[in-house]
């Protein structure tokens, strides 16, 4: 990546913006959670944009507030509100010369998967994670793991490992209830990055969600080049729709087929959801889960590379305590010592 942005200084002003679902519009109370948390805890000015609350934003609508956020030399970064799912229809319609003209870093992910694929295609990092909603209005507080690695993405330029969290927690807590937001959630003990190869290799970071990719792929979107993918490390991870594994092994089935999974330099898969409340699993179903994606992750990629390391069941995506992943940043993966890390 070729675009450089300067760290923020508390004090700044970040843009918050509604890309997808403007989740504000409905969620008032979690909303204002959230825009506390960025004054409090990191020292932030949230700025509100017109579509930031406004449900059924016209995609020229939202289109204008990522442009004006990045445009405007007072905003310093750009947070998104939550997912969604119909960036598909509109990110790939925005100019470029507004992003490259004004680097700055962006946090999302899920349907903001399409939004980082056009910044990494326009030489511009971005951040997979850190999204208001679900990061920074966390029920009762922050995880401590979260704000360590946000702070890092925020103010810090260097290099830092990405370290298993001790537990982790992915299901969530009624946002119609504002009496909830003052209640942890419960949390599980995490059983650790789970690594499947010992090759030494880095590469930068590019993917996202899933169900986006698979998006990109069937709509004919553009995406990294085969010749860039080999320098590329995959990331993925499943949202809350909690798809089968069958589902997953096609994507990365198409992955193959395309030429990328023989080409990139490695793979990192985040810690699969496994519960929703319209899919309240049990431990059990939720464990078995997990086990039958990792299979079939590992399945589907030793068919067209057995020699790169894949390592799963990590802090990013649709699950928390959250890394908020250098999307285009570099990642240094030390297999034969099993350790992971990425430049911030």
């Not at 029920?139 to 810090?156: N, P, R, S, W």
């Not at 990719?213 to 995406?223: A, F, K």
């Not at 997953?248 to 330099?265: K, N, P, S």
């Not at 990629?301 to 799963?312: F, L």
Request: charged fraction near 25%.
């Amino acid at each position: 990546m070729n675009k450089k942005f300067s760290k923020l200084v508390k004090g700044d002003k970040v843009a918050v913006l509604s890309p997808s679902f403007a989740a504000p519009g409905r969620f008032p109370d979690v909303y204002k959670l959230g825009l506390e948390r960025l004054e409090t805890v990191f020292g932030l000015v949230p700025v509100e944009y017109p579509t930031t609350a406004k449900l059924g934003a016209s995609a020229e609508e939202r289109s204008a507030d990522l442009i004006a956020a990045f445009q405007d030399p007072a905003i310093k970064a750009v947070i998104a509100t939550i997912g969604g799912d119909d960036q598909v229809t509109y990110i790939k319609n925005l100019p470029a010369e507004p992003f490259v003209n004004n680097p700055k870093p962006f946090f999302g992910y899920s349907d903001n998967s399409h939004f980082c694929n056009f910044l990494f295609l326009n030489g511009i990092p971005s951040y997979y994670g850190g999204s208001l909603f679900t990061q920074f209005a966390m029920q009762g507080e922050m995880d401590e793991y979260t704000v360590k690695y946000i702070k890092h993405a925020l103010f810090e330029e260097d290099e830092f490992e990405l370290i298993a969290s001790e537990t982790y927690n992915d299901q969530g807590l009624d946002w119609d209830d504002a009496s909830l937001l003052k209640t942890k959630r419960q949390h599980w003990l995490n059983e650790g990055f789970i690594w499947n190869g010992n090759k030494n290799t880095e590469g930068y970071l590019w993917g996202g969600c899933v169900e986006s990719v698979d998006e990109m792929l069937r709509h004919g979107v553009q995406i990294p080049t085969l010749e860039q993918f080999e320098y590329i490390v995959l990331m993925l991870e499943t949202s809350e729709e909690i798809p089968s594994a069958d589902y997953v092994f096609r994507v990365f089935r198409a992955l193959g087929e395309r030429g990328i999974l023989a080409r990139v330099q490695g793979v990192l898969v985040g810690r699969a959801k496994a519960w929703e409340f319209d899919k309240p699993n049990t431990p059990e179903l939720k464990a078995e889960y997990l086990k039958q994606q990792q299979e079939t992750v590992m399945r589907a990629v030793r068919q067209y590379n057995t020699e790169i390391p894949v390592i799963q069941n990590m802090n990013f995506g649709h699950t928390d305590p959250q890394i908020p992943m250098p999307y285009g940043g570099k990642v240094r993966i030390d297999g034969l010592n099993k350790r992971i890390f990425a430049q911030f």
